[in-house]
């Protein structure tokens, strides 16, 4: 069984960095590209940032181009979110998904609204 587990949110102050992580486990996660997304109260599901499955193609966010940065660790089978320079508005709680591709190119990743998996998701929270 498809398993998405993230991890590593907290509250900083603006300005601020956290890396959150994502533990996957239950399909061959090297051959998948894989997706942050975020949900922050009131507002609907927001696309954050995608990784292909060589791990050699990153897309993000234009509101978080620069300051976010998204890897992987096949190895390990993990997905990381580094979040830098972090504002307000990027409070929510972030979630990871398995891509329903095996190839995606920005627009795709940027527009896709359904993910049949992701995990449960860890909050972010961006205070002074």
């Known amino acids: 069984e498809v398993q998405l587990v993230e991890s590593g949110g907290g509250l900083v102050q603006p300005g601020g960095s956290l890396r959150l992580s994502c533990a996957a486990s239950g399909f061959t996660f090297s051959a998948y590209p894989m997706t942050w997304v975020r949900q922050a109260p009131g507002k609907g599901v927001e696309w954050v940032s995608t990784?292909?499955?060589?791990?050699?193609?990153?897309y993000y966010a234009d509101s978080v181009k620069g300051r976010f940065t998204i890897s992987r660790d096949d190895a390990k089978n993990m997905l990381y979110l580094q979040l830098n320079s972090l504002k307000t508005e990027h409070a929510a709680v972030y979630h990871c998904a398995k891509s329903p591709l095996s190839n995606i190119d920005r627009m795709t990743a940027a527009t896709i609204t359904f993910y049949p998996y992701w995990g449960q998701g860890t909050q972010v929270t961006v205070s002074s």
């Open positions: 990784i292909n499955s060589g791990g050699d193609s990153t």
